[in-house]
């Protein structure tokens, strides 16, 4: 999955800019917010191997307590976190925060027969455990070919453009340093751990606001899914403060 090359900035009389992707016209553009991971990030092979590595940690721990797992049960908690088969763009690993997927984590293990008093410890030191496994993220999650001249292009228009993102305010800095993306970008936000998460809005406002921008009552989410990927999640604030 690649950034395609196709996104167009049609300059507009009005204080707004005018999007022509694949060769549809989005207009009265204010400002782009893009999520990281699986748009502006490749992290379809990391999350894919964090999400086995936090599973079969997670299916050890219960064995070891003598609590067997069937593959039923195995295969219920790939689909709570978005990885039966393949990875789920859409699903919890892909797009929620450490905290959601630690959350449902320990839920699963209280259905399967994990002690409700002790599984919040035994996910936090999985995910721990996983992480010491992996290489760091930013640089095993390169940026899509073609994602830095994208944001370079949007920036020299009259476009604000901003990063939205569930990953954390620390990995998400690192990303767009260690990628030299910061001087196209007018704002970006990443989630704590007390943040409400998606599908939540709070966290868009926010952003929003620092953009100076307002959306729209009926603001719009635009994904558009093709053999090249130009824009896979991007909200649109439409009316300036």
């Known amino acids: 999955m690649t950034v395609a090359m196709s996104t167009t900035i049609v300059k507009s009389p009005l204080p707004s800019t ?3 992707v694949q060769g549809s016209i989005l207009s009265g553009i204010q400002a782009v917010i893009f999520d990281k991971d699986g748009t502006l ?14 599973a079969d940690l997670s299916f050890d721990a219960l064995e070891i307590k003598g609590i067997v797992l069937n593959q039923a049960s195995q295969q219920e908690l790939y689909g709570i976190l978005g990885m039966a088969g393949k990875l789920d763009p859409d699903g919890l690993l892909a797009t929620g925060s450490r905290h959601a997927n630690q959350t449902a984590t320990a839920e699963w293990m209280v259905k399967v027969g994990g002690p409700g008093d002790q599984v919040d410890q035994w996910v936090a030191n999985i995910f721990q455990a996983a992480d010491r496994q992996l290489p760091p993220k930013t640089g095993a999650t390169p940026p899509f070919q073609g994602t830095a001249d994208l944001l370079r292009r949007l920036s020299e228009s009259s476009l604000k453009v901003g990063v939205l993102s569930s990953d954390s305010p620390a990995h998400l800095q690192d990303f767009l340093e260690f990628y030299h993306l910061t001087s196209w970008l007018d704002g970006w936000r990443g989630t704590e751990k007390e943040d409400p998460a998606k599908p939540d809005p709070a966290l868009f406002y926010q952003l929003c606001n620092a953009l100076q921008v307002q959306p729209q009552a009926d603001r719009k989410s635009t994904r558009l899914n093709s053999s090249h990927l130009v824009i896979s999640y991007a909200v649109f604030c439409l009316k300036k403060k």
């Open 18 to 20: 005018n999007l022509r």
């Open 41 to 54: 990030a490749d992290s379809r092979n990391f999350l894919r191997q964090l999400g086995q590595l936090r």
